[in-house]
C-alpha cells in the first residue's frame, strides 16, 4: 500500500511570510504527528491529531498550528516565519490506538528554508 | 520531563564489525520503546519493545529493552556499508492501554561503516 505523501517536498521562503504543509496518511490510518528535524535539536515533536483531534502538542510557539480532515490528511501551518523554522519537516502516520499505536511510518520531509 | 539519550553519538567501523548502541530513558507513562533507521530521507521502522528481556530480532539487526534499568540496545553484526545511517530511538508514552500519541526521540547514533 502506498506510504506517506507529504507535499511540497522542498520550499523556499522569506521571513514573515507564512507556510502550509500537507501530510497524506497510510491508508487506514487514523493518527498523523509531525516533527520538525534539525541538525542541532534532532527530531522534535509538533503535534498530534487523532480522528480530527489534537491528542497531544509539543513546546513550539502559537504560530505552528495543524488540522486534520476526515479523511485523516492533516496541513501543518507556520505564520510568520523566522530563519530558525528552517528545518525537514517530517510527517508520520499510525493507527494510533491499540497495540501498535506508536510504530510510525514517516514521510519523506518537507524541507523548509527561510531566508 | 520526559528524556531519551543515546549513545555513543557517533561511531566509525569497518565492515563485519559488530555494533552496539545506547539509548537511555527517564519518562512517565512509558509504553513501548522503538528504534528507527535514518539514511538520507525518512526513518524507516526496525523493532518496537514493550516487554523487558525479549529480544527483538529482524537478520543481523537485534535489540532487547530492559525496564527495570530503563535501557536499551541494537545490536548489528556483521556490519556492512549499507548500515551507515543515524539510528534513533524513541520513547511513546501512554496510559490504560492508550497513546499519548507522541514519541519522543534522542539525538541519535551516527554509524559509518567503512569498507
Known amino acids: 500500500k502506498a506510504g506517506v505523501t507529504q507535499t511540497p517536498r522542498y520550499l523556499i521562503k522569506t521571513r514573515g511570510q507564512q507556510v502550509t504543509l500537507s501530510c497524506s496518511p497510510i491508508?487506514?490510518?487514523?493518527?498523523v504527528s509531525w516533527y520538525q528535524q534539525t541538525p542541532g535539536q534532532g527530531l522534535q515533536f509538533l503535534f498530534e491529531?487523532?480522528?480530527?483531534?489534537?491528542?497531544n502538542k509539543g513546546n513550539f510557539p502559537g504560530r505552528f498550528s495543524g488540522r486534520q480532515f476526515s479523511n485523516s490528511r492533516s496541513e501543518m501551518n507556520v505564520s510568520t516565519l523566522e530563519l530558525g523554522d528552517s528545518a525537514l519537516y517530517l510527517c508520520?502516520?499510525?493507527?494510533?490506538?491499540?497495540?501498535?499505536?506508536?510504530?510510525?511510518?514517516f514521510g519523506e520531509g518537507s524541507r523548509l528554508t527561510v531566508l | 520531563e520526559d528524556k531519551v539519550v543515546q549513545s555513543p553519538l557517533s561511531l566509525v567501523v569497518h565492515e563485519g564489525d559488530t555494533v552496539t548502541l545506547n539509548c537511555s530513558y527517564e519518562?512517565?507513562?512509558?509504553?513501548?520503546l522503538l528504534w528507527y533507521k535514518q539514511e538520507k530521507k525518512a526513518p524507516t521502522f526496525l523493532f518496537m519493545l514493550?516487554?523487558?528481556?525479549i529480544e527483538k530480532k529482524s537478520g543481523r539487526l537485534s535489540s532487547i529493552l530492559d525496564k527495570k534499568e530503563l535501557f536499551s540496545i541494537l545490536n548489528i553484526t556483521a556490519t556492512q556499508t549499507g548500515d551507515s545511517a543515524i539510528y534513533l530511538c524513541?520513547?511513546?508514552?501512554?496510559?490504560?492501554?492508550?497513546?499519548?500519541?507522541?514519541?519522543?526521540f534522542g539525538q541519535g547514533t551516527i554509524l559509518t561503516v567503512h569498507p
Open positions: 508520520a502516520s499510525s493507527y494510533g490506538q491499540g497495540k501498535f499505536a506508536g510504530e510510525l511510518f
Open positions: 491508508s487506514g490510518h487514523r493518527s
Open positions: 491529531y487523532f480522528s480530527e483531534t489534537q491528542r
Open positions: 519518562v512517565t507513562n512509558f509504553r513501548s
Open positions: 514493550t516487554s523487558s528481556g
Open positions: 524513541a520513547v511513546e508514552v501512554g496510559a490504560g492501554g492508550t497513546s499519548y500519541g507522541k514519541l519522543t
